[in-house]
């Protein structure tokens, strides 16, 4: 059970152009869900905080307008990476708890290319 | 201020023996701490989680963590190494307030046949 998955697994794209990544909990209601990015070799950045219904909240230092964030639904957020650009390449890696639950399950991640 | 050291960015281990990964935090409350594991372009695979109870934790893969308070340290170990274990490993510590994760920087653990 807690299985959460990540579409696409990887995407290119070029510089300028959005694209959106999906987060879905297939078996559970995810009343928050979270953002990571990750460097090569680095740890987990946690961009946002999203709770269902509601607006993210954002991490210091992440730009609201760059990377827009949507739990629309208890299964499904979104985050859309606008106007991307070479740098904003990474790992995205996202995550989700239910009500109770004391930890978080997270996605396989998407590995964005922004040539 | 909640925090999470893995004060070794990479572990040698030869396949047989045991190893241990440290990881130390720093909490104001009570500690939930958890452990992952992360393959080469993969996602994070949790491994095992201390909430309350015993202070030695069993996870996945054969691997188990001891909760030790005094020294405020979560140690992940492995009486007898694979070389598939080789893999990047986080400890984590819960922020009671939002229930974010608190990440060590990681450590590489490398097991050489």
């Known amino acids: 059970g807690a299985v959460v998955s990540q579409h696409p697994s990887r995407v290119i794209c070029k510089s300028g152009t959005s694209v959106k990544i999906e987060c879905r909990s297939l078996?559970?209601?995810?009343?928050?869900m979270f953002w990571y990015r990750q460097f090569p070799k680095q740890s987990l950045m946690l961009m946002a905080t999203?709770?269902?219904?509601?607006?993210?909240?954002?991490e210091q230092g992440v730009e609201k307008d760059k990377f827009l964030i949507n739990h629309a639904s208890l299964t499904l957020s979104t985050l859309t990476v606008t106007s991307a650009h070479p740098e904003d390449s990474s790992f995205y890696i996202c995550?989700?708890?239910?009500?109770?639950?004391?930890?978080?399950?997270f996605g396989p991640g998407t590995r964005l290319t922004v040539t | 201020a909640q925090s999470v050291a893995q004060p070794e960015d990479q572990v040698n281990v030869a396949e047989g023996n045991p190893l241990t990964v440290k990881c130390t935090y720093s909490?104001?409350?009570?500690?939930?701490l958890f452990w992952y594991v992360q393959y080469p372009n993969r996602g994070l695979q949790f491994l095992l989680k201390?909430?309350?109870?015993d202070n030695l934790v069993k996870g996945s893969y054969g691997f188990e963590a001891e909760f030790n308070k005094s020294q405020t340290s979560f140690h992940l170990k492995k009486p007898s190494a694979l070389v598939s274990d080789s893999a990047l490993y986080f400890c984590?510590?819960?922020?009671?307030?939002?229930?974010?994760?608190?990440w060590g920087a990681g450590t590489k653990l490398i097991i050489k046949p």
């Open positions: 995550s989700a708890r239910y009500l109770g639950s004391y930890e978080q399950y």
């Open positions: 078996d559970f209601q995810a009343t928050t």
């Open positions: 909490v104001s409350g009570n500690p939930y």
């Open positions: 201390y909430i309350t109870g």
């Open positions: 984590a510590v819960r922020d009671d307030s939002n229930y974010q994760l608190i």
């Open positions: 999203s709770n269902e219904g509601s607006k993210a909240t954002y």
